[in-house]
């Protein structure tokens, strides 16, 4: 089942903060995110496992809630760079190989 | 840059035909995975393949077939081709996730397929 993202777009200015969620109904083994340029292949941005962990890199960070099934991505200080299309990607519990489920994704646009 | 390389980037086919897209993978990588996506959407998982065989697929018919070699690049065939295969396939390659624990993937660019 598809997960959840919200909300569908944003638009920040440079400098400003965003969160987007991730919901799925399934039990969860791990919650990747990636952003999409127009035109572009999608690039891994972090991985995140069962465990309820929160990892960063550089101004993005993100959080797992196991319990409920949630993924939240946090973008501090925007820059123009960042604008794209976010998709959360789901895998569930025990398939014995990776599939990934991606939500219909989060457009974002940064403006000067 | 992923490293990871798909042709052709656009083609445009008519219904009932098939095509082969490759993929070209990231050195060091074993595993591919093929995606679907449709406009707007979310990359649809279509199956992956692990040292040349197949071992896991979504919920696409057999028309949709793939191949991976022994210097792990890979093929997507899709036979009888349908107005809804109008979509860019994305092909994603990966680690040995057994052997390294890294799961992330690295895409390629795509190939956009239009069906007439």
């Known amino acids: 089942q598809q997960p959840v993202q919200s909300p569908q777009a944003v638009i920040l200015r440079e400098g400003e903060d965003a969160v987007i969620n991730c919901s799925s109904s399934?039990?969860?083994?791990?919650v990747h995110w990636y952003r999409q340029k127009h035109g572009e292949a999608p690039v891994f941005l972090m991985i995140l496992l069962k465990g309820g962990e929160q990892k960063g890199h550089d101004k993005i960070s993100a959080s797992f809630n196991e319990k409920k099934q949630q993924s939240s991505l946090y973008l501090t200080a925007s820059q123009l760079s960042y604008s794209g299309t976010y998709f959360c990607g789901t895998e569930g519990m025990n398939t014995g190989f990776q599939k990934l489920v991606f939500g219909t994704g989060t457009r974002l646009l940064v403006s000067p | 840059e992923t490293g990871v390389t798909q042709s052709p980037t656009h083609l445009i086919k008519t219904r009932g035909q098939q095509v082969t897209l490759r993929c070209s993978s990231q050195s060091g990588h074993n595993t591919v995975s093929w995606y679907q996506q449709a406009l707007g959407q979310g990359p649809q998982f279509i199956f992956q393949y692990y040292r040349e065989e197949e071992n896991g697929r979504g919920n696409f018919p057999p028309r949709f077939s793939g191949l991976q070699f022994p210097n792990y690049s890979s093929e997507l065939n899709v036979n009888a081709l349908e107005l809804d295969d109008s979509a860019l396939y994305l092909c994603?390659?990966?680690?040995?996730?057994?052997?390294?624990?890294?799961?992330?993937?690295?895409f390629g660019e795509g190939s956009r397929l239009t069906v007439l």
């Open positions: 399934k039990a969860l083994y791990s």
């Open positions: 994603a390659s990966s680690f040995d996730r057994i052997r390294t624990g890294r799961g992330e993937l690295f």
